[in-house]
């Protein structure tokens, strides 16, 4: 019998990623959990749908007994068995984030007997967690360096409030991770500015990406690399609601990516838009660390599991990221060692665990 493990949803962050990253750590280590005061820091505590939906998806996966699932349940048990399945389908509902969903699955799929297909639907650009085409444009790209290698594709994009992107996700399974190093910052190779945007006026995205474009240009002295995805509304891959965003990637000289955006929302100028993500991504580089805090956050787990020491730098040591340090040390048998304050630009340090399929 495996000891179940009690784990208080309100420690540190407070927030639905201390359920998604237990839930994938539970079902990777076979480990039965117990989750209390989900999201107890938050106005609305409990369970809301995307937060069901990211469970279901490990559920699904892994054939597990889960007690608690309902919208506003403050405790769940969840109970893993094997990975038993690999062409799923799954409604996040609305606009829940697509990109929260595959943050508590990826770390599953990365050791699964073999490839898993995923079909997602739901919100694929949501305020609250990074875009869909970060996930596709930095954390894959970055993730290879460990040896985890899957493919993304956005069918749909999914705005606020109906959401109805859709989103194919194919992962192709590692026997351990190698560990990584984002520590040095040899030089800008690229800055690519992408803007996208349905349903509005060309000018929208166009003033986006000229605010972003002339902060980059005057502030770092490089010249940006500007991509548009526009969409007038008649497509057949049309998004079912007005939005637009943007993202700013940078690459290094070694190739690793980080990035900044920001999105879109109604009352909220273009340029304003453009400056926000121009102005973090700006911080980054003037900082010289090559990890964004998003990157520092998701690639906590992967430290922890990996087979060696793995060490990384970014501009600012964000709550989500000490959380998920606390939270992993719970589960496996590492150590991190954090430089820097919160808030601060720092990084961190671990000896993973090794972890095999």
Known sequence: MVELLEIDGSMGEGGGQVLRTAVALSALLKKPIKVFNIRAKRSNPGLRPQHLAAVKAVANLTGARVEGLEVGSKQILFDPDEIRAFNIELDVGTAGSISLVLQAMMPVLAFSPREVKLVLKGGTDNPKAPPIDYIKEVLLKDLSLTGYSAELKVERRGFYPRGGGVV???????????????????????????VYSSRLPMHVAERIADSASSK????????????YEIMRGDEHNAPLDPGCGILIIGTLENNVVFASNALGERGKPSEKVGSEAALEFIRQVEHKTPADKNLADQLVVYAALANGISSLRTHEITLHTLTTIKLVELFLPVKFEVQGRLGSPGGYRASGAGFRR
């Open 168 to 194: 194919h996700f194919e992962s192709k399974p590692v026997g351990c991770l190698k560990p990584f190093d984002i520590t040095d910052f040899p030089g800008l190779k690229k800055v690519k500015v992408f």
């Open 216 to 227: 980059i240009r005057s502030m770092l002295k490089v010249e940006p690399v500007v991509e």
